[in-house]
């Protein structure tokens, strides 16, 4: 969900593999070792982001495309996919990961407000492209 394509994410998951496998042990003895894990999954995701971003300008969100085994009919992968890529990682963050608003802001290093304001953002996009494809009743 985070990067909206399957190799990307697969890409992504072997770079933190690669980031943490030699702190194997350590980070199998935390108390909260996949906590640790997403949040280096999410914050290589983010400076992946800013490497891309710094090579090729951007004029707009990347599009994103979903993985082959992703139904067509799906509406909110592509609805999702249109998001910035912090206004996604918040949603993703705390409606498919059920976090609240202080450990998102703790894994994004920002504030709760500035998490407040991505999901704000993100949502009323999405509310904005769900009320285009409504439409509109006569009096």
């Not at 290589?44 to 994103?64: F, I, K």
């Not at 979903?66 to 609805?79: C, G, K, L, N, Y």
Request: glycine share 4%; proline share 8%.
């Amino acid at each position: 969900m985070l990067t909206g394509d399957r190799y990307d994410a697969e890409d992504l998951l072997q770079q933190t593999l690669l980031r943490t496998v030699r702190h194997g042990a350590r980070i199998a003895a935390m108390t909260a070792p996949a906590a640790y894990l997403r949040k280096v999954m999410l914050n290589e995701h983010l400076s992946r982001r800013r490497r891309r971003r710094a090579e090729v300008p951007q004029t707009g969100p990347v599009p994103v495309t979903p993985p082959p085994d992703v139904d067509a009919r799906d509406e909110t992968w592509r609805w999702l996919a249109s998001l910035r890529p912090q206004q996604r990682a918040v949603l993703v963050l705390r409606f498919y990961e059920d976090l609240p608003a202080k450990a998102i802001a703790e894994l994004l290093g920002c504030t709760e407000t500035t998490v407040r304001s991505h999901a704000f953002r993100g949502l009323a996009a999405l509310r904005s492209h769900l009320q285009s494809l409504v439409p509109e009743e006569s009096p």
